[in-house]
């Protein structure tokens, strides 16, 4: 919100921020009417010190949403009521924002493309992007079976547009982010109290991010993979063996009860 305010100006910083608010609702609600299990839940998010260096490191963004009248958003939390939602020798203060939730994206995702062609919409997968052009009339994607007007194109497709040939190249740049998952835990998530749902990460810039299952497994990332120069992945954004044990490091150093617990799976990904 502070890098909102910043370069846009608080009012429409504000309009963002509230935006983003309804959207999570509204994805609850899709999931509601549609039938979808994507997992969601609504349980906030901790932002958690694990460092001296960490300590109220949110205090710069915290700060400008209580200018603009704001401050029953988030509460700051002591080391004792970080450890009322979640225990671990590693975490000191923090701040908990309550109108945040968690989904399964690709379940989410399955949800949304079923919703679709319920409703007779055709979905043309697969289609390679040849060229988009932009003019007065609007834009226009070409693929080699046909091509699609419309009044904007979002670029989605992430890492990909990092590659050879496409226009917005020297602007992106590629790390990767791994996790672990566990197996089972539900008795380690009763000892140390995190049996809310809530979503975690610590302060670093390239943070660890933790969430709970719906059957009680801890998934536990790391968005600091290697950087991937120009693009070039050398296959190690996938999977990075390298990086996956170091993840399994941390996690078991913030929960020291998953020692001798068995990590179920890894996995990893490109992200720009």
């Known amino acids: 919100f502070a890098r909102l305010s910043e370069r846009y100006g608080a009012p429409a910083a ?3 921020a509230m935006a983003s608010e309804e959207s999570v609702d509204s994805i609850g609600g899709f999931c509601e009417q549609q039938g979808v299990d994507a997992w969601y839940r609504k349980a906030g998010y901790l932002n958690v010190s694990t460092s001296a260096a960490q300590d109220a490191s949110w205090k710069e ?4 949403i ?11 939390l002591a080391p004792e009521g970080v450890a009322d939602l979640c225990s671990s020798p590693r975490f000191r203060g923090g701040v908990f924002y309550p109108d945040v939730a968690t989904l ?4 989410l995702a399955f949800g949304l493309r079923a919703a679709l062609a319920d409703r007779g919409v055709a979905l043309f997968e697969n ?11 609007g834009v226009t994607v070409e693929t080699s079976g046909g091509s699609v007007r419309a009044e904007r194109v979002v670029l989605a497709a992430g890492p990909a547009l990092a590659g050879r040939g496409s226009p917005v190249r020297g602007s992106i740049t590629i790390a990767s982010s791994h996790m672990v998952i566990t197996e089972p835990v539900p008795d380690l998530l009763e000892e140390i109290g995190w049996t809310g749902g809530e979503a975690i990460s610590d302060c670093r810039a390239l943070l660890n991010y933790f969430r709970t299952t719906p059957d009680g497994r801890i998934a536990f990332g790391w968005g600091g993979g290697r950087i991937a120069p120009g693009g070039h992945r050398f296959g190690r954004a996938e999977i990075d063996r390298e990086v996956i044990d170091q993840v399994s490091v941390t996690l078991r150093d913030y929960f020291p009860g998953l020692v001798g617990r068995r990590l179920q799976h890894a996995w990893g990904g490109p992200i720009d």
Request: aromatic share 4%; no cysteine; charged share 25%.
């Open 14 to 16: 504000l309009d963002i």
């Open 61 to 64: 963004n915290t700060d400008s």
């Open 66 to 76: 209580v200018a603009v009248g704001q401050s029953g958003i988030f509460d700051e």
């Open 104 to 107: 399964q994206p690709a379940r």
């Open 127 to 137: 289609s390679q992007a040849r060229r988009i052009g932009d003019g007065p009339g």
